[in-house]
């Protein structure tokens, strides 16, 4: 089955340190996209890559980096700037060929500070 | 960035019907969508409708846009406990490449 697995499911960042989020698509989509999710707020965009090796940075990139490296892979790097990583991160994608198709989501990461 | 909005609970008894409103600010959107999200759990499109669309019918569902005022609507009807989730609207606008959501509706389902 075609789908978008983000792992891991909860994850826990000590002060100061780098954590990376993994999303991997089997959709044969073009365009992926990093979600943060706080509580009674939408979503907000992070980054996005409509094309392998290229991306852009969302509403709130600050403290965030991304690669796309593959088709089949966007991960996200929470990195020690970002001071308020504590969220839920979602990650999507959806074809570009102008067609109708919504973004698909994963099932999202749960991140926490110890 | 485009500014969708939409009031952060519902609650509505087993059986009745549910309706949750959203606005938006751009009048270039191209297609709206209705996700729905249960606890710890990534989103699940429902329905969409397109801009030239007034209505959508989809089982329980019916999706109703009036584009002058920019308003959407979800109606659910004889609404189950299993509804209750997060529902968000959605728009894409002409390059389709960019969503932007609302900050999700609370539904609660009254036994």
């Known amino acids: 089955d075609g789908g978008i697995t983000q792992s891991p499911k909860y994850l826990f960042r000590k002060e100061g340190q780098n954590v990376t989020l993994s999303c991997e698509q089997n959709l044969n989509h073009d365009a992926m996209y990093w979600y943060r999710q706080d509580p009674g707020q939408g979503l907000r965009l992070i980054y996005y890559?409509?094309?392998?090796?290229?991306?852009q940075k969302g509403d709130i990139a600050e403290g965030y980096s991304v690669s796309r490296e593959k088709k089949e892979s966007f991960p996200l790097t929470v990195t020690s700037a970002q001071k308020n990583p504590t969220a839920f991160y979602l990650c999507?994608?959806?074809?570009?060929?102008?067609?109708?198709?919504?973004?698909?989501f994963g099932d999202g990461t749960r991140l926490s500070i110890l | 960035g485009e500014d969708v909005e939409q009031s952060l609970f519902l609650s509505v008894r087993e059986g009745d019907s549910s309706v949750i409103n959203c606005t938006y600010t751009?009048?270039?959107?191209?297609?709206l969508y209705w996700y729905k999200q249960e606890p710890g759990a990534g989103l699940q499109l429902l329905t969409y409708i397109f801009s030239n669309m007034d209505m959508k019918q989809d089982q329980r569902l019916t999706v109703l846009l009036n584009k002058k005022d920019k308003h959407l609507s979800l109606r659910i009807a004889d609404t189950q406990t299993g509804d209750s989730a997060i529902y968000f609207c959605a728009e894409s606008l002409y390059n389709f490449n960019k969503f932007y959501f609302g900050s999700g509706t609370k539904l609660n389902v009254k036994p």
């Open positions: 751009d009048s270039s959107s191209t297609y």
């Open positions: 999507a994608s959806m074809p570009t060929d102008h067609s109708n198709q919504p973004q698909h």
């Open positions: 890559s409509q094309i392998v090796n290229d991306f």
